[in-house]
């Protein structure tokens, strides 16, 4: 959590690790796949649109590029909520520190509603909690986006799965439960949306060609330094590196956008 003293890094999320280092873009398909689910989307002046979790807020400055008519962020961390509303300075805009499970905004009262690399870190009860509020606060026919980390292939043993849930939550510090892309799409149907588009990327959140495309050559540089520089952080960094090196090959990231059933 961003309230957390700068001495924790040892028991710290590590998405914030990564923030505090200075990596302003911590989806796991990298802020091309963030552009995707948003062309996906598509925004206009005419959509009430809803962000769950909008940690950093690089996705929602791509959101309100669209000028929607109503921006409305859900972020739990009190201060991740005061970052994001120094920048919504329209009509209309506003973060509310809530629960995405629970947002406190009226049944139907946006047309979109998207949320990134959060469900991912809950259990499929409160992925369908999260889901299913989705779906409440959303018009018939309103769309919802989801960018989170996945399995492959589709038929990856159970085994597997639970080794690689077990180790990621370990090294992260979130009880991280990715699902395959069939199951993402399922959890999604089983509550009353149809799949309108399926987009991925490799997990390549720490890679050094990734890094270059979200951060730019003088924020990776920083990064870099700030994480040689801290050795607490810098321990944490690569140990998630090392596990992601470890299951590249069944790890990956998917934006699907879905549209809430008439």
Not at 166 to 175: E, M, P, Q, T, W
Request: aromatic content about 6%; proline content about 4%.
């Amino acid at each position: 959590m961003l309230q957390l003293k700068d001495n924790d890094y040892e028991k710290m999320p590590g998405h914030w690790v990564l923030a505090r280092m200075g990596k302003t873009v911590l989806r796991p398909g990298g802020i091309e796949l963030s552009k995707k689910m948003i062309t996906n989307l598509h925004i206009t002046d005419r959509d009430k649109v809803a962000e769950f979790a909008p940690g950093l807020g690089i996705t929602a400055r791509l959101a309100l590029e669209n000028n929607p008519f109503a921006y409305t962020g859900i972020e739990q961390d009190p201060e991740a909520a005061r970052r994001v509303g120094l920048y919504l300075n329209g009509v209309n805009q506003k973060c509310s520190v809530a629960n995405s499970e629970e947002t406190g905004l009226e049944n139907q009262s946006t047309t979109i509603v998207y949320g990134e690399a959060m469900l991912t870190m809950q259990s499929n009860k409160l992925k369908n909690k999260i889901i299913g509020e989705s779906h409440r606060i959303l018009e018939p026919g309103g769309k919802y986006g989801i960018h989170e980390m996945c399995l492959i292939p589709d038929n990856i043993s159970e085994d597997m799965k639970k080794e690689i849930q077990k180790d990621l939550s370990s090294v992260i510090r979130v009880n991280a439960r990715p699902l395959t892309i069939s199951e993402w799409k399922e959890i999604l149907e089983q509550n009353d949306f149809s799949i309108l588009k399926v987009e991925t990327a490799p997990m390549h959140l720490l890679n050094i060609q990734r890094l270059i495309e979200d951060e730019g050559v003088k924020g990776t540089l920083k990064l870099g330094y700030n994480i040689l520089s801290t050795p607490k952080a810098r321990a944490r960094v690569l140990d998630m590196k090392s596990i992601f090196r470890k299951y590249s090959k069944y790890l990956g990231a998917v934006s699907i956008v879905a549209q809430k059933n008439v």
